[in-house]
């Protein structure tokens, strides 16, 4: 551990003191002379990493009911183990405290993953025969969405075709009743099937719009393939069908995204999802989903902004509800765009743009007095700042709010959601207002190629992504993804924290990287700490939640290239397993 992780968990400290308080409270403390009754589950022969100050490592944990009863090694574990106990053989696999995301949508992960996802389809018969399944599942007239065909990865090309694209007369032939709606891998084109494209108004004698085609036979006749602006027309009609359904459809819709959006999360061993802004009808809808048992993963949901009125604080306001399943205290703001877009708000000009530094969208008055609202009613505010200028404007708010709020100001944990581009001076503000850096390490490898581009290589190499500038200042950085604009696997984010390594094969910022400790500190222990949830979460101790993750590599030791291509073995929350790999055979 080197002394910035040491900086780190001693900031903790408190944390680990408030853990111990539960355990003994709930009368299940770590104690040698207390012949323990036997735990609900066991892991042994792991390699466990607790994060824990007091015993960083172990081999064995016993977990009683939702949460940890004892942590240990091969010696003690036996007496733990009753007739009716589970037991996980981790294989010397390494087990880390539940994985927390600590910033993305969780309804838009969902909702991505309501289509078909076509991306590994090696030929159009088997697309057919996607959508045919898919058509048996839903009434007529749903549509069928999906996404990520692409001819040239098929085995056989398709035919009959135009262009090498595939024609529609099979796949209507097998979804009469259902319009098919399937955008191509490139994000350029999109299939139509005859229902969709009677749904969208098309025909034989339809003309291509201005920068888009309607792809037709020789006899004139189309093929279903529509590119770039001719996508639109279909997009249209898929739009109305949205908005033409019943409330109780589009409530149903919602429930099945998060089933999807649980079933992503613990699959990639995340056990608590944080959930960057979310409308109190959607708070709404996640706890019937929690009551009625569709959600393993637990949720810690800010509530957007444009809600963010006395009373509607209050309504939502909850903590712990629902089996600690639910946590809604927090606020979402946006201060700037982003930097692709070139609305992330800078300090200086951009430079493939030198008109322009990008623009403030919600006013910084409002976010003023979201702010003094949020120290009001004891709720955390989480900005969205990806330019410099926003990031300093958010700090200046900050700032001012705890000054002229000094009682409500004291552990606010305040944060900024992103906090990509860096000035100096600023970095140095964090640490001394308590202001947390919730970061994601993914955005550091898929922006990295092109932040050049925008903001010059001088100021990318100062101000892109730092790191480690935050960390060595004691600030408190946590991890995530923002899926689902990257996928939800923490890994991702985790080697692009510590390697830097882009798709280039080129290591970006080689200057402002985490060490490993500090990678999976920022998926733990200090994502637990940006939600005042680490007497609870974040670390693997006697009287804490029992959520652990199981991983195939040790993330900690194997070298670099392994670490991608990780995943979960088993996701563990609250006791019980809820996500177990395929092809993995627990002696249980
Ligand atoms: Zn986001």
Redo the contacts with the bound molecule.
Sequence with gaps: MNTDMRKLTRRMLGCSLTALLVAVVAGCGNDADRAPSPADLVLRNGNVVTMGEAQPRATAVAMTGDRISWVGDESGIESWIGPDTEVLDLEGRLAVPGLIEG???FLGLGRSRLGLDLMDTRSWDEVIARVEEASREVPPGTWIVGRGWHQSKWDLPPEPSVRGFPVHDAMSAVSPDHPVLLSHASGHASFANARAMAEAGVGPETASPNGGEILRLPDGRLSGVFVENAELMLDSAYSRWLESMTEQQQIARTRRAIQLANRESIRFGITTFQD??ASPATIEVYRTAISEGDLDVRLWVMLSEAHATPDTLDAVRVVDALDHRLTVRAIKAYADGALGTRSAWLLEPYEDEPGSVGHNTVPMERIREVADLALAHGFQLCT?AIGDRANREVLDVYEAAFAANPAAAVDARFRI?HAQILHPDDVKRFAPLGVIAAMQGIHSISDGPWTPDRIGAERTRIRAFPFRDLLDDGVVVMNGT?AP?ESVDPIGSYYGAITGLTVDGEVFNPQHLMTREEGLASYTIAAAYGAHAEADRGSIETGKLADVTVLSRDILTVPEPEIQGTYAVYTIIGGKVVWQAAGESASR
């Design positions: 910033h993305a949508h960057a802004g969205h959601e923002d604009v």
